[in-house]
Each structure stands twice: as C-alpha cells, then as structure tokens.
C-alpha cells in the first residue's frame, strides 16, 4: 500500500529519498491538529474514528521517512494554513472550531486540492491537504482498528477464499500479497470526505 502515496518511487525502488529534508521536528500540537484533521476525515460513527487510530502520529512518521522536500515543505506549510483558514473563517483556530466547521472547511480545501491537481505539472508538489487526506485514509485503513472494525478481516494467507458480500455490509480488509486484495474500500466501508 505504500506505494499509493506521495514518495512511492522510494517505496518501489527501495532507496532513499534524494533531497530528503532535515527532519523539523513536529510539535504536540501539531500531532494534536492532525489527530483532528484526521477525525474530521473519518469522524467517529459506529466504529472509532481516525483519532482513536493514533493517525496524527502515523502522519508524522509518514512525511518524515518518506516525503521529499517539496511535499515536505508543503504538508507543513498545510499545518499553519488550516489553522489561520480557521482563524479567517470561524475565528477560533481548528481543534477549537465546531465539528461542523471543520468539515465545512475541509470540504472547502479538499475542493481546493482538486482544482490545483488538475492544474499542477508533475514538478509541483500536491496540496498539503491532498497528502493529509491521503495520510488519514492509509493510515486509518491499514490501523487493526479500521482493518478490523470499520471494515471485516478474515486473515487468509496463501488461499483465496470466498466469502459472501451483501449491499450494505462493511467491507473486506485484505492483506496486501493476499490473492485478491485490490487495496479497495467498497461502498460499504466508511466515507471519508
């Protein structure tokens, strides 16, 4: 599944990244803000949330070990950004804002990171909210939590086995390598925004 993000050349070819940056240490607070980015994404429902995942940590340790320096500088840059957006918007900064008007202004920059990936040349780095988005989901999919209790886990190794899926049952968390596992999240899985 790395393979699906930002610094997948790395992942594939197994190297290290050239122009890898100095590690910026991120502070609690900025753990903190993307634990309830990441909650916003995929809110608490029947299931936990992204929070209870521990995503903000798994975010972190993500753009440190595999992002090269522009996406680096990007996501965070993206930290700073989603808090003054909050300030100009609600007056009170994101984790302080109502659930409300965090998802409306999320919603809002995920419209944002759309338009500028159908614009941006291949040099460009993504929109930091593009690589939060897509840090939430990786990470929340492949924690225990969401792979065994947003979505069902039937641990298969070497066999493929066929199990029934009815419209509205969660979906199926397949280990990668597993014959059949396609790394999708059906309808039944959880929405994210």
Same mark, same amino acid.
């Given at each position: 599944m790395g393979g699906a993000v930002i610094g997948a050349e790395a992942f594939l070819r197994g190297s290290p990244l050239e122009g890898k940056p100095a590690v910026r240490g991120f502070s609690d607070d900025d753990r903190a803000l993307l634990d309830e980015v990441g909650e916003t994404i995929i809110p608490t429902t029947a299931t936990p949330g992204a929070k209870a995942t521990g995503i903000g940590a798994f975010m972190i340790t993500m753009v440190n070990d595999c992002y090269d320096q522009p996406h680096h500088a990007a996501f965070q840059a993206g930290l700073l950004e989603i808090n003054r957006a909050a300030m100009r918007q609600?007056? #009170?900064s994101f984790p302080a804002a109502a659930p409300e008007e965090r998802t409306e202004l999320l919603? /809002?920059?995920? /419209?944002?990171?759309r338009a500028q990936h159908e614009q941006? #040349?291949?040099e460009e780095p993504e929109h930091y909210f593009r690589l939060m988005k897509q840090l939430a989901v990786l990470g929340y999919f492949t924690s225990e939590i969401g792979a065994s209790q947003a979505l069902r886990y039937v641990e298969t190794p070497g066999a493929y086995k066929s199990e029934p899926y009815q419209k509205g049952d969660r979906a199926w968390y397949v280990p990668a390598g597993t014959p059949g596992s396609y790394g999708d999240v059906a309808e039944g899985g959880k929405k994210p925004i």
């Open positions: 609600f007056g #009170t919603n /809002a920059l995920d /419209a944002e990171q941006k #040349t291949p």
